[in-house]
Nanobody, 127 residues
């Protein structure tokens, strides 16, 4: 059974940093796509950052470029989202998601979503 567990959210002041973790089980980081999405109250879900083994490239939404970084530790089956220079508009519930087989690019998955989703973790950035 595929499970994704996101953690690391919390309350932080603007300009601060947080690192989200996504512990995965039921599959290995081999041929995969994994990403982070967020949804703020009253807004549509947004693909924040996705990576796909299909092309090895990483996609970032324009709103987070230069501030967020996605990474993975294959030995731990864990993905991370390092978030720096946080802004109040980054406040949202953040979800990690994965595809067990990566057919498409990270950009594609961030736009259209993935097959497996974890429960979200709330990030609140105060001004």
């Amino acid at each position: 059974e595929v499970q994704l567990q996101a953690s690391g959210g919390g309350l932080v002041q603007a300009g601060g940093s947080l690192r989200l973790s996504c512990a995965a089980s039921g599959f290995t980081f081999d041929d995969y796509a994994i990403g982070w999405f967020r949804q703020a109250p009253g807004k549509e879900r947004e693909g924040v950052s996705c990576i796909s083994s299909s092309d090895g490239r990483t996609y970032y939404a324009d709103s987070v470029k230069g501030r967020f970084a996605i990474s993975s530790d294959n030995a731990k089956n864990t993905a991370y989202l390092q978030m720096n220079s946080l802004k109040p508009e980054d406040t949202a519930v953040y979800y990690c998601a994965a595809n067990l087989v990566a057919y498409y690019s990270g950009r594609y998955y961030c736009r259209y979503g993935m097959d497996y989703w974890g429960k979200g973790t709330l990030v609140t950035v105060s001004s």
